[in-house]
């Protein structure tokens, strides 16, 4: 039914098993994007073969970590579990992927905490930022939002679920991944327990990127700012996002209080130029959200309320200076020496190691090792930086902001830069 | 009306005599208590006592809003009905569903869940017991 195993042999006694399934916000229906928190939280309560209690005692019994993480184009459930419970653990995973089971007491429970969860966002002004700026700068699946706005959350069903869970939990579209367990073993567990998934890969789902403006005034003594490009391509585009990766280490910046430290990014562009000569600068950082076939990548910051327009200023100088050649060949090999090690860093973890194949085959449909993204690294040069940050300009700006917003620049004078 | 318990019949040899005249029994005494019943428009589920058993209380947690709303309004009609020592009117007594088992799947569930737990030794999620 087109269902995958993939495993990396380790020689240590923690293993990490995980399922990943091409199912997020991006593919639930438009008004019932909160589906995809709800499956996330439900994925451990309960199967049709097992109760809650049942569950969590053998999870316990195993000595297995249980997590659950959707985002808009994939979910993943994962266990950590010592190497010689590798066989109950992907039994215990393939139950949750291909049984779960959606009560309407729990699904009203959880609403109840989806619906805090959506307050909540109040206070934290970048999470706020970064789901507004893809509501706003896509139309089609990757404008659901993930975090379900109060309202949208009140109407989920127990009915919902399941329905989100036949049509998307199909075996194409299913991965189960494992770090530090034999092929052979996990294979002879999962095959029978994923054969009962229907057939089915994953569709395509149509976007159309088209920028946006978007303000809400929360009030308070900041003004928060997120200002965004396309990056046309995606994870998919794997040089691209390779210079995705080294753009993000080469910007850095972070906030104006951090003890800094190696490794904490204190020599990256706007940590120098930015944060370390505007005081009244509280936060400036790169971020880059990359999907299957696209991206926004940009500055995310928040400064005095009185700044806005300063502080959407910077943030345009900041781009238009690497876009122009503005990189010195230390900062590019300082990114792609700290790039490198963030990735021999992560990969000495097993759960990180499972995710890797996992999303690797999900997106890809092979694995790309460690030693290969290193080796593209260190072929990225100052040409392909500067390349590909003009290539972010010439897309519409994604101009979101939230706090007090009264400083704000309108959209067209950015638009226009 | 149907038989709501698995009950005794078949155990043993003498059970298996008096089996046909327990069955025809237990389809007059239903027939009995859902005219009682009709008469102050109540089910049987109606009937269970979330005071007398947590399980009860648990499982009319897990119902659906409009069902426990459902099953006051029924009580309430019914204890209007008690106090003015009235019944319902044919019309309403033809259109009442005495046997519609609502909440006894659910507590069957509850108790299975419980079972579970008493088995492993812990405790159940709510700890209040009726002194």
């Given at each position: ?12 006694p923690?293993?990490?098993v ?19 928190q ?9 199967t ?6 049942r ?5 316990e019994?195993i ?6 993480q ?5 979910l ?21 992927v291909?049984n779960?089971r ?26 706020l930022l970064?789901?507004?700026a ?29 329905a ?8 194409g ?8 367990a ?8 999962a ?7 229907p ?8 976007f ?15 003004v928060?700012?997120?200002?965004g ?16 990766t080294?753009l ?10 951090s ?13 120098r130029?930015?944060?370390?000569n505007?005081p009244w ?37 900041e ?30 973890s ?15 449909g ?10 593209e ?8 930086i ?11 700006p994604?101009?979101?902001s ?16 | ?32 208590v ?6 102050f ?19 009319l947690?897990?119902?659906p ?15 209007d009905h ?7 009117s ?42």
């Amino acid at each position: 039914n087109g269902a995958r195993v993939g495993t990396e042999a380790t020689w240590a006694p923690q293993a990490s098993v995980g399922a990943f399934v091409e199912m997020g916000s991006a593919h639930a229906p438009a008004g019932k994007s909160g589906v995809a928190q709800l499956v996330e939280r439900l994925a451990f309560r309960g199967t049709a073969n097992r109760s809650p209690f049942r569950l969590s005692r053998e999870g316990e019994a195993i000595g297995a970590t249980l997590t659950a993480q959707a985002s808009r184009e994939q979910l993943a459930l994962a266990l950590d579990v010592p190497a010689s419970n590798v066989a109950d653990a992907v039994e215990i995973l393939a139950d949750c992927v291909a049984n779960p089971r959606y009560q309407q007491w729990m699904v009203d429970e959880e609403v109840q905490k989806l619906q805090e969860a959506a307050d909540a966002q109040a206070d934290n002004p970048h999470g706020l930022l970064m789901e507004a700026a893809n509501v706003v700068a896509y139309q089609g699946g990757l404008s659901h939002p993930l975090v379900a706005p109060k309202d949208q959350a009140a109407g989920l069903t127990a009915d919902d679920c399941e329905a989100f869970h036949r049509a998307n939990c199909t075996g194409g579209r299913v991965v189960l991944a494992a770090a530090g367990a034999d092929h052979q073993e996990v294979v002879g567990v999962a095959a029978e327990l994923l054969q009962g998934l229907p057939e089915g890969g994953a569709p395509k789902v149509p976007f159309t990127y088209l920028g946006g403006d978007h303000r809400q005034n929360t009030g308070g003594e900041l003004v928060h700012a997120l200002l965004g490009y396309e990056f046309a391509g995606g994870w998919r585009d794997v040089k691209g996002s390779v210079v995705m990766t080294v753009l993000q280490m080469l910007m850095g910046g972070g906030g104006s209080f951090s003890a800094g430290g190696p490794g904490k990014g204190m020599h990256s562009r706007l940590y120098r130029r930015v944060l370390n000569n505007c005081p009244w600068v509280t936060n400036f950082t790169a971020f880059s959200s990359l999907y299957n076939d696209t991206g926004i990548v940009g500055i995310v910051g928040s400064a005095d309320a009185a700044k806005g327009g300063d502080l959407v200023g910077l943030m345009s100088k900041e781009l238009e200076a690497v876009a122009s050649g503005g990189t010195t060949d230390e900062e590019l090999e300082r990114a792609k020496a700290s790039a490198v090690a963030s990735i021999w860093m992560n990969l000495e973890s097993k759960p990180i190691v499972c995710e890797d194949i996992g999303r690797q085959l999900l997106t890809y449909g092979k694995r790309t090792s460690g030693a290969d993204f290193a080796a593209e690294i260190a072929k990225v040069s100052k040409a392909d930086i500067t390349k590909a940050v003009t290539a972010l300009l010439k897309s519409t700006p994604t101009l979101v902001s939230c706090g007090d917003t009264s400083t704000v620049p309108r959209f067209d004078s950015v638009a226009k830069r | 009306c149907r038989t709501r318990t698995g009950g005794m019949a078949g155990r043993g040899f003498l059970s298996k005599l008096v089996e046909p005249f327990y069955a025809r029994m237990a389809l007059w005494y239903q027939a009995e208590v859902a005219v009682e019943l009709k008469k102050f428009g109540l089910r049987y589920d109606d009937l269970l006592d979330p005071l007398q058993n947590l399980d009860v209380e648990e499982a009319l947690k897990r119902l659906p809003q409009e069902e426990v709303d459902l099953r006051n309004q029924r009580i309430k009609r019914a204890m209007d009905h008690s106090m003015k020592h009235t019944e319902l009117s044919a019309e309403m007594k033809a259109l009442q569903t005495p046997y519609d088992f609502y909440i006894d799947p659910v507590v069957k569930e509850i108790e299975a869940e419980n079972m579970e737990r008493a088995k492993l030794g812990t405790s159940k999620p709510y700890a209040r017991t009726i002194p």
